[in-house]
């Protein structure tokens, strides 16, 4: 993972409620986090989505948690597409502190495309797809 260039960074603001009694956040809040990572990534990387008609929805998810987050930490979010296929694609996140660049957490993730008035996977669009190449400055589409 250590070739991944992330293009996206979405500061975190820290809410009294993430902290747990231990004084560190809760592990079951870092995947908030990568959700307003992945909406802040989409909304400005694939402009023109119609969010009624097309979602994304996760298939699979997994996290590392390296170092623990403390109510006084500065933290961002950050997000990059890793792999696109016809109807899915990965995607990396991780949450680090933005003072010292201490990697916090580490997870995966694979999404698909959907129509949400059908109620059916569908392959991604095309302008997404060259909206999200262009922007992480590679092709990604998977080799066959």
């Known amino acids: 993972m250590e070739d991944i260039k992330f293009h996206h960074t979405l500061p975190i603001q820290l809410r009294f409620n993430d902290v747990d009694k231990f004084g560190h956040v809760n592990n079951t809040v870092y995947f908030s986090f990568y959700d307003l ?8 990387v694939c402009k023109g989505v119609n969010w009624e008609k ?3 929805v996760v298939v699979h998810i997994e996290a590392n948690f390296l170092s623990q987050i403390f109510g006084s930490d500065n933290v961002a979010v950050q997000t990059a ?10 995607l990396v996140q991780r949450v680090i502190d933005i ?5 916090k957490c580490i997870c ?9 008035e059908k109620h059916e996977s569908k392959p991604l669009d095309e302008l997404w ?4 190449c262009q922007y992480e400055g590679r092709d990604l589409r998977k080799k066959k």
């Open 99 to 103: 003072k010292t660049e201490e990697v």
């Open 54 to 56: 097309d979602g994304i």
């Open 37 to 44: 990572g992945k909406t802040e990534y989409f909304s400005s």
């Open 129 to 132: 797809i060259n909206a999200i």
């Open 81 to 90: 597409v890793t792999e696109i296929g016809t109807k899915s694609f990965h």
């Open 108 to 116: 995966t993730s694979v999404m698909v495309f959907y129509d949400l």
